[in-house]
């Protein structure tokens, strides 16, 4: 037996009982003593109906969007759909706004206004300055390093040639060779502390332009 045939079946028992009810109805005589036995007669048979027809009712609705009970269209939600209200995207946006409300208060509470005596302008290189003075704090070291190998190398050099000069010659024009050699070495090193103060001069140069811009 299919669905739609239970259901008509129901229907069909639904309409009969009304029926047996209304011809009750039409039989109650009007003296009080057959009312009041053919008034319990009513109700037991209105609770049967009731008590049958919510059976049917959640026997084939499933309750989703219909309530057995008021017999009318659900509105609404029973229950929150979220279990943890504070998650919501409306709660969050709430909380940013009270937030942002607040701190806007505490910078307005905190705002002195601005000093101008303190405001001065930098250079246009300035931020190129900066990140390239990070960049250049391992390379002086190797640039130092490479320069004093340099020169060590040249001495070692020269001293070989001496040697080599000296032996030639048999110990002949020695001092004269040896004062070249050690005035070339002498000039390198001498090279190296100009350059160094150079570059010690350009710096105090910069920090002293840029306390005064």
Avoid at 84 to 113: H, N, R, V
Avoid at 151 to 177: D, L, P, T
């Amino acid at each position: 037996m299919s669905s739609h045939e239970k259901l008509s079946a129901a229907a069909n028992d639904r309409k009969a009982r009304l029926a047996q009810l209304k011809s009750l109805k039409r039989k109650q005589a009007p003296d009080s003593d057959s009312g009041d036995t053919e008034a319990p007669v009513a109700t037991t048979t209105s609770t049967a109906l009731t008590t049958a027809e919510p059976s049917i009712t959640t026997t084939y609705l499933s309750g989703r969007n219909f309530d057995p009970e008021t017999r009318n269209v659900k509105l609404g939600f029973d229950n929150t759909p979220v279990a943890d209200p504070t998650k919501t995207l409306e709660y969050q946006a709430e909380q940013l706004a009270i937030a942002s409300k607040e701190a806007q208060e505490a910078e307005k509470k905190d705002d002195k206004g601005l000093d101008l005596f303190k405001l001065q302008p930098k250079r246009p290189n300035w931020d190129l300055k900066r990140d390239l003075e990070e960049k250049c704090k391992g390379l002086e070291v190797q640039t130092e390093n490479a320069i004093a190998r340099l020169v060590r190398e040249r001495v070692e050099g020269m001293k070989r040639e001496k040697m080599k000069v000296e032996g030639r010659n048999g110990g002949g024009g020695a001092s004269g060779e040896g004062e070249t050699v050690g005035m070339e070495g002498s000039e390198l090193v001498e090279a190296m502390h100009l350059k160094e103060r150079e570059e010690e001069e350009d710096r105090r140069r910069d920090t002293e332009d840029a306390d005064v811009s």
